[in-house]
């Protein structure tokens, strides 16, 4: 098929190489506009402009779509159909409507479940036992459009967003090739308003850990902030980030430290905390960070 892709993260980036493996044509990859970055702030490429550029494709970045230029342009590409994933602007009905069978979103949730910004955080941090993919026929509410083809994959108990998030993009571009080839016999089935949960963005106030609260709800706070925004709590005024936990065994008052190598007691229940990183440092392991933080049971976090 002839087809317009439409993202710009790194989870985006393995749809756009399915698809140009499979043998479809690319008119074109839109995605964000370079954004300063690093020390000197300069423009830097967005993982899908940096991919397309490699592989030789068209690309184009309009800030908006209120342009009738813009609009003009997208509909002279004549494609048959545009494939979005993450691409950060909401699109106007012009631009659903111009592809011949119209566009087709991959959402990393199974539909109507976790609509909206962070819907592989939020999978986690409810505890969802599983998630996966929806191929969407796309329309002008937010994650509301017909959904055209699912894959599930279980949430391992040990999952963080980074993990998921990389399992997700893959099964993600398994399944819009899929999608692609039996586009003629897939059947477009409306989502269930009764089941609708939003996956709204990531609030940093949600990051610091309650050490009352149970542990399970400790423990999916580390995992399904983990790497961004990172769930964090403080050690002698030095804040600390969490990046991956599990259960465990202990019992103390909430934030203090109850066995090696590094189990905190919560409200309810213990978690151990597997990896953590200091301020202006690299990621760690526990057992590295105690050799050189000075820790001890019996300290607290708070």
């Given at each position: 098929?002839?087809?317009?892709?439409?993202?710009?993260?790194?989870?985006?980036?393995?749809?756009?190489e399915?698809?140009?493996?499979?043998?479809?044509?690319?008119?074109?990859?839109?995605?964000?506009?370079?954004?300063?970055?690093?020390?000197?702030?300069?423009?830097r490429?967005s993982p899908?402009?940096?991919?397309a550029?490699?592989?030789?494709?068209?690309?184009?970045?309009?800030?908006?779509?209120r342009?009738?230029?813009?609009?003009?342009?997208?509909?002279?590409?004549?494609?048959?159909?545009?494939?979005v994933?993450?691409?950060?602007?909401i699109?106007?009905?012009r631009?659903?409507?111009?592809?011949?069978?119209?566009?087709?979103?991959?959402?990393?949730?199974?539909?109507?479940?976790?609509?909206?910004?962070?819907?592989?955080?939020?999978?986690?941090?409810?505890?969802?036992a599983?998630t996966?993919?929806?191929?969407?026929?796309?329309?002008?509410g937010l994650?509301?459009?017909?959904?055209?083809?699912v894959?599930?994959?279980?949430?391992?108990?040990?999952?963080?967003?980074?993990?998921?998030?990389?399992?997700l993009?893959?099964?993600?571009?398994?399944?819009?090739?899929?999608?692609?080839?039996?586009l003629?016999?897939?059947?477009?089935?409306?989502?269930?308003?009764?089941?609708?949960t939003?996956?709204a963005?990531?609030?940093?106030a949600?990051?610091?850990?309650?050490w009352t609260?149970?542990a399970?709800?400790?423990?999916?706070?580390?995992?399904?902030?983990?790497?961004?925004?990172g769930?964090?709590?403080?050690l002698?005024?030095?804040?600390?980030?969490?990046?991956?936990?599990r259960?465990?065994?202990?019992?103390?008052?909430?934030?203090?430290?109850?066995?090696?190598p590094?189990?905190?007691?919560?409200?309810?229940?213990?978690?151990?905390?597997?990896?953590?990183?200091?301020a202006?440092?690299?990621?760690?392991?526990?057992?590295?960070?105690?050799?050189?933080?000075?820790?001890?049971?019996?300290?607290?976090?708070?």
């Amino acid at each position: 098929m002839r087809l317009i892709f439409m993202g710009t993260p790194e989870f985006s980036v393995p749809a756009l190489e399915a698809l140009v493996a499979a043998g479809h044509e690319v008119a074109a990859v839109y995605c964000q506009p370079p954004r300063p970055a690093g020390r000197g702030q300069k423009p830097r490429p967005s993982p899908v402009q940096a991919r397309a550029e490699s592989l030789g494709l068209e690309m184009r970045h309009p800030l908006n779509f209120r342009a009738e230029a813009d609009i003009a342009d997208f509909t002279a590409l004549k494609a048959d159909i545009a494939v979005v994933v993450a691409y950060g602007l909401i699109l106007p009905q012009r631009i659903l409507d111009a592809p011949r069978r119209g566009c087709l979103n991959i959402h990393a949730s199974l539909l109507p479940r976790w609509r909206g910004a962070a819907p592989i955080h939020r999978a986690i941090l409810a505890g969802d036992a599983q998630t996966g993919i929806s191929i969407m026929q796309m329309e002008a509410g937010l994650d509301t459009g017909p959904v055209l083809h699912v894959r599930q994959t279980a949430i391992a108990p040990d999952e963080t967003t980074a993990s998921l998030h990389d399992r997700l993009a893959g099964i993600g571009a398994e399944a819009i090739v899929e999608a692609l080839a039996r586009l003629d016999d897939l059947v477009a089935v409306p989502q269930g308003e009764a089941d609708v949960t939003y996956a709204a963005k990531i609030d940093k106030a949600e990051a610091r850990v309650d050490w009352t609260q149970p542990a399970v709800g400790v423990d999916r706070l580390i995992r399904g902030l983990s790497p961004f925004p990172g769930a964090w709590c403080v050690l002698n005024g030095e804040r600390l980030k969490l990046l991956a936990s599990r259960l465990a065994d202990g019992q103390g008052a909430p934030g203090e430290v109850v066995a090696a190598p590094l189990v905190v007691a919560c409200g309810e229940g213990s978690v151990e905390i597997l990896k953590l990183q200091r301020a202006g440092k690299g990621a760690m392991e526990a057992g590295a960070f105690l050799r050189g933080s000075g820790l001890t049971i019996g300290d607290r976090l708070r």
